[in-house]
């Protein structure tokens, strides 16, 4: 079953809006492992949108071990699997770059993965430094289930997409206090944690109001004002920041894990009073850590422990409808509240109504659901049917619906007020650089008619203040807009926010990379299938829906972003041994940092990967390099070559 345009309007604006439900396209793990690597990544992206808000659409069973594992058997090399999942990098005021990288956490279930994905390069690692690995110690900590950031004692951020995040300092100023659980250490500057309600109070005060606590945590830490449930957790110090360094431990020997993993994850699991969602494991050495070292990615030192899943029973209340920015109509199921995994669950998604027209899912009905790692479940069985009710017309403009397959549409594209809303906020959200223009700010606008993008552009003070908005809020908007147009931002975000259907972040990158922003709009179907990741159905897609942006996009460049230019590379201009060839940078560079190799490569004409596979050709080795990934390389027929070797074919 082909992916259409699945991104809803309001995926990545549920933070802190518990009245929003979950939005989900499909958790077939059959439909999914028949995906094609474009749609992997758009649902990878979705899922991982909606985590980071508490609002998930799928296990993470199901998102490591099917959408993940499918990816990478597609493409191990596709960009997705080498970057930071991305928290928003939209909750506070101003963006600010981290000193060194927030990585995500590479995740097991098992104790076998565990040996398999922490113990045996940490072995390899100890026969480089000549280490006994029956001497290395370990530290085991609950995995918090919050926002996460860095507190350097000036400043609270977010950790965003890895490399910059939000600046939410003021949150201390309202009273958000540290809380170093085991080391009683409440000082700030201690470094990365994350922002968390503790779990004892959000049950007993705030779990019939929020769905999930990153319902709440998000809401509090971006909202302009906090409601009377913020105020209240900040006054009681129920909303914490806590610093991994001061989290509670479990200390030991590889030997000691194994003789009683499950006693112990399960005892670091309750060691704190908050939610979690598994546990990390690392080793305890600087000098493994830094041989070791990360990919994009995560950190090759440690991993999460996730926990098991969990199942329930309850009865559906009522199915409601919600609108996404292309006028898909998901349903969302509102249940008699259940408990599981520590959360109080009240509405999960049904994925589609061709879903609810063949198994009946109604008031009445009874289902099952499940929940895993601290996340929003979904529905994995129908016990008994319901009454049926399938809308006729659109929740949000009254236009009739129309059928696509599975799925009801609102065909009413240019007046249906929650697409306009969609569109427009999805820009904003995409862009990344720009603070005030949330849900309710775009709604306001929408309703007094604006339409698009460019008309909020357009907008001076009258015009704010003859939308309903105060002199103080515009003054703050038409702030935010100049602030906009004058941050530097890349080309290939600047495309992406404007929603075009196989042109996420990630792929407008990759065009950009062929072809200049002025460009792109002349070239045809065939000339984008030559670029490397987009075929037949992908550019025959791009084409039309950069045709149908064209006029729009003419308008924002008008308006005069500071738009930072893709590299680009024209090959058959390039004499070199490395043109078109895949290479893999590892160890200590002597002549620049790895990235700083990497640019150098792609900028003459080489494809970089982040890791060795059959599809290399070059590995390029700086100092410290562990043997596992060598011998790797050799096994697969790869040319090995030192710095020093490379830079002289390159002479």
């Known amino acids: 079953m082909p992916l259409t345009d699945i991104q809803?309007?309001?995926?990545?604006d549920y933070a802190g809006d518990q009245s929003v439900g979950v939005i989900a396209y499909f958790n077939d793990e059959s439909s999914i492992t028949t995906m094609n690597e474009s749609d992997t990544v758009t649902i990878a992206t979705i899922a991982n949108a909606l985590y980071r808000t508490g609002e998930a659409i799928m296990t993470d069973h199901t998102y490591d071990n099917i959408v993940i594992k499918h990816l990478t058997s597609l493409n191990p090399d596709n960009a997705f699997l080498h970057g930071v999942e991305a928290e928003s990098l939209n909750l506070g005021k101003g963006v600010v770059m981290h000193p060194s990288p927030m990585l995500s956490t590479n995740k097991v279930y098992t104790f076998k993965e565990v040996e398999n994905t922490l113990f045996d390069p940490i072995k390899d690692a100890c026969l480089d430094l000549g280490i006994d690995f029956k001497?290395?110690?370990?530290?085991?900590?609950?995995?918090?289930?919050?926002l996460a950031g860095r507190d350097d004692g000036k400043h609270l951020v977010t950790r965003g997409d890895g490399s910059k995040g939000s600046d939410v300092t003021r949150n201390f100023d309202r009273g958000l206090k540290v809380m170093g659980v085991a080391s009683n250490d409440h000082s700030r500057g201690q470094g990365v944690g994350e922002i968390v309600v503790l779990k004892s109070y959000f049950e007993d005060k705030l779990s019939e109001h929020f769905v999930h606590p990153r319902n709440f945590m998000t809401g509090l830490v971006k909202a302009d004002n906090v409601n009377e449930h913020a105020a209240e957790a900040l006054?009681?110090?129920?909303?914490?920041?806590?610093?991994?360094v001061g989290l509670p431990s479990w200390n030991g020997t590889a030997k000691e894990l194994t003789g009683d993993f499950e006693s112990i994850v399960n005892n670091v699991l309750v060691s704190v009073d908050s939610f979690v969602d598994g546990a990390v494991l690392e080793v305890d050495n600087a000098d493994i850590k830094h041989h070791l070292g990360a990919t994009k990615r995560h950190h090759r030192w440690q991993v999460a422990i996730k926990q098991n899943t969990?199942?329930?029973i309850t009865t559906v209340k009522e199915v409601i409808s919600q609108v996404g920015r292309t006028g898909k109509i998901t349903p969302?199921?509102?249940v008699e509240p259940i408990h599981l995994s520590g959360a109080t669950i009240s509405r999960v998604t049904a994925h589609h109504y061709g879903m609810v027209k063949s198994l009946s899912i109604g008031k009445g009905a009874i289902v099952e659901l499940v929940r895993s790692g601290e996340v929003i479940p979904k529905l994995i069985a129908v016990k008994q049917t319901g009454v049926v009710d399938i809308p006729d017309d659109c929740p949000s403009c009254g236009h009739a619906l129309e059928w696509e397959s599975d799925f009801l549409r609102c065909p009413n594209t240019l007046l249906c007020t929650a697409q306009q809303e969609g569109r427009l906020g999805h820009w904003f959200e995409t862009l990344g650089n720009v603070d005030g223009f949330g849900p309710a700010t775009i709604s306001r606008l929408v309703h007094s008619g604006i339409r698009d993008v460019s008309d909020i552009f357009s907008m001076v003070t009258g015009d704010f203040l003859n939308a309903g908005f105060g002199a103080g809020e515009t003054k703050v908007l038409l702030r935010e807009l100049d602030r906009c147009k004058s941050e530097s931002v890349e080309d290939w975000r600047f495309l992406g926010a404007f929603g075009v259907h196989f042109l996420g972040r990630g792929a407008s990158e990759n065009l950009l990379e062929n072809a200049t922003l002025n460009d792109i709009f002349n070239l045809s179907?065939?000339?984008?299938?030559?670029f490397d990741g987009f075929g037949e159905i992908t550019a025959?897609?791009?084409?039309g829906g950069l045709a149908h942006i064209h006029e729009e996009f003419n308008k924002l460049m008008a308006v005069g972003f500071n738009l930072v230019e893709t590299a680009s590379v024209d090959a058959d201009s390039l004499d070199n041994f490395i043109v078109g060839?895949?290479?893999?940078?590892?160890?200590?560079?002597i002549l620049g940092s790895r990235d700083d190799m990497k640019k150098g490569a792609k900028l003459m004409g080489a494809k970089v990967q982040s890791s060795v596979n059959s599809k290399t050709d070059f590995l390029i080795c700086g100092e410290n390099v562990g043997a596992a990934k060598s011998n790797k390389a050799r096994d697969l027929g790869v040319t090995l070559l030192t710095e020093a070797e490379y830079i002289e074919r390159l002479a």
Do not use: C, E, H
Not at 135 to 146: A, I
Not at 235 to 244: C, K, L, R, T, W
Not at 581 to 589: A, S
């Open 235 to 244: 006054q009681n110090g129920a909303a914490v920041f806590m610093p991994y």
């Open 332 to 334: 969302v199921l509102l």
């Open 135 to 146: 001497t290395v110690l370990f530290r085991m900590t609950p995995k918090l289930d919050g």
């Open 581 to 589: 060839k895949n290479i893999v940078f590892t160890g200590k560079m």
């Open 8 to 12: 809803n309007s309001t995926i990545l």
């Open 540 to 543: 025959k897609s791009i084409v």
């Open 525 to 530: 179907q065939a000339k984008i299938q030559t």
């Open 310 to 312: 969990q199942t329930g």
